[in-house]
């Protein structure tokens, strides 16, 4: 756990092209996430409209951009990068409850307060939008509402997850389970998982020890004890490569 910091962020409008077709939304349509994002729902037809409400966010890293506590104005869709979620203790200090790789959508609040802070691990590109010109998009796309009630459906399956992981599983079944989520993130829904792979881990062994309820020299040891077991190949800086999926899976399932 570590002090707060604080919340600056620069952004730019998004670029929007003007043609002799009208208004054309280049950048949103050939974003690399679009099919694993919110997005995904609005026809290549309307996506015009998207773009006019969204701003195009740069945060840099170690920077923090949503605030626990303070007034939810704005959704965030992480376009590339990757976040650390966070929750506040009254001491100063924080937990870490998750990072939100691309396609990850933030913000989704039931009261008019972030339940959560985030900051950028590595540099950061978002899409902000607006509570209320994302209330305009939802009452003129029904399909966005029912792709964000899916989100938050989403979000709760992952808090379930969480508290499992911290409050049953042993310290190498809560790292390979991390290490499977990792694998996931950034997949096309029902895409299943490749069976191997180079991982960037842009986290500190330090976040991943915090997100887990562990002690970095615990994350080492056990990371060490799945490269002698064939499981992975730990590279150079935060590369991890994952050689037997099927272990790990077994491994995160308590059967190892």
Not at 91 to 108: E, N, V
Not at 143 to 160: C, H
Not at 228 to 233: L, T
Request: with cysteine.
């Amino acid at each position: 756990m570590s002090d707060m910091p604080s919340c600056q962020f620069e952004s730019r409008p998004r670029r929007i092209v003007i043609g002799s077709g009208g208004v054309q939304a280049d950048f949103c349509t050939n974003c690399s996430v679009r099919p694993t994002s919110v997005c995904s729902v609005i026809e290549p037809s309307d996506i015009s409209r998207l773009a006019e409400v969204a701003v195009e966010t740069i945060v840099s890293p170690g920077r923090g951009f949503i605030e626990e506590g303070a007034p939810a104005t704005d959704f965030f869709n992480v376009t590339s990068g990757t976040v650390k979620l966070f929750k506040a203790l009254p001491d100063g200090r924080r937990q870490i409850t998750g990072f939100a790789a691309p396609g990850h959508f933030l913000g989704l609040a039931v009261s008019d307060s972030y339940a959560f802070g985030a900051e950028a691990i590595d540099t950061v590109r978002v899409c902000r939008f607006s509570r209320e010109k994302m209330g305009e998009l939802l009452d003129d796309f029904p399909k966005l509402e029912r792709r964000l009630l899916e989100e938050a459906s989403n979000e709760l399956v992952a808090a379930q997850n969480q508290m499992l992981l911290l409050g049953r599983k042993t310290a190498r079944e809560r790292v390979a389970s991390f290490l499977l989520d990792q694998m996931q993130a950034g997949l096309l829904p029902g895409q299943p998982p490749p069976s191997g792979g180079r991982l960037h881990l842009p986290m500190t062994r330090g976040d991943i020890a915090d997100y887990l309820g562990l002690t970095i020299e615990t994350v080492s040891r056990t990371l060490s004890w799945m490269r002698g077991q064939g499981m992975i190949e730990v590279g150079k800086g935060y590369a991890i490569t994952i050689v037997s999926m099927a272990k790990l899976e077994v491994l995160a399932a308590g059967n190892g």
